[in-house]
Nanobody
Framework: QVQLVESGGGLVQAGGSLRLSCAAS????????MRWYRQAAGKQRELVAT???????TYVDFVKGRFTISRDNAKYMVYLEMNSLKPEDTAVYYC?????????????????WGQGTQVTVSS
């Protein structure tokens, strides 16, 4: 079974920093894009950042310059370094990975999700 597990969430004051980690495990063949999403109370889930298998990154405009996504392919991990945090960054952050698994006959690429980690930024 493929699993994604997030860690590093918590409470931080405005202007502070936090680093989220996501570890993928299981019968993984390869991992393509890895992403971070977030969902604030009363809002829809939104894409925050993406990193490809080659290391190319993209960000939503609101976090550009403050957040940095990175990955360690050997460890099957993806990270999100968050700086200059604002109260509006408060949300549950979810790790997402597009990967292929041995559960599929043709190693079809599918999306997998973690359970989320809470980030709360106080004013």
């Amino acid at each position: 079974q493929v699993q994604l597990v997030e860690s590093g969430g918590g409470l931080v004051q405005a202007g502070g920093s936090l680093r989220l980690s996501c570890a993928a495990s299981g019968n993984i063949v390869s991992i393509n894009d890895m992403r971070w999403y977030r969902q604030a109370a009363g809002k829809q889930r939104e894409l925050v950042a993406t990193i490809t298998s080659g290391g190319s990154t993209t960000y939503v405009d609101f976090v550009k310059g403050r957040f940095t996504i990175s990955r360690d392919n050997a460890k099957y991990m993806v990270y999100l370094e968050m700086n200059s945090l604002k109260p509006e960054d408060t949300a549950v952050y979810y790790c997402n990975a597009a990967l292929s698994s041995t559960r599929d006959l043709y190693f079809t690429v599918r999306d997998y999700w973690g359970q989320g980690t809470q980030v709360t930024v106080s004013s």
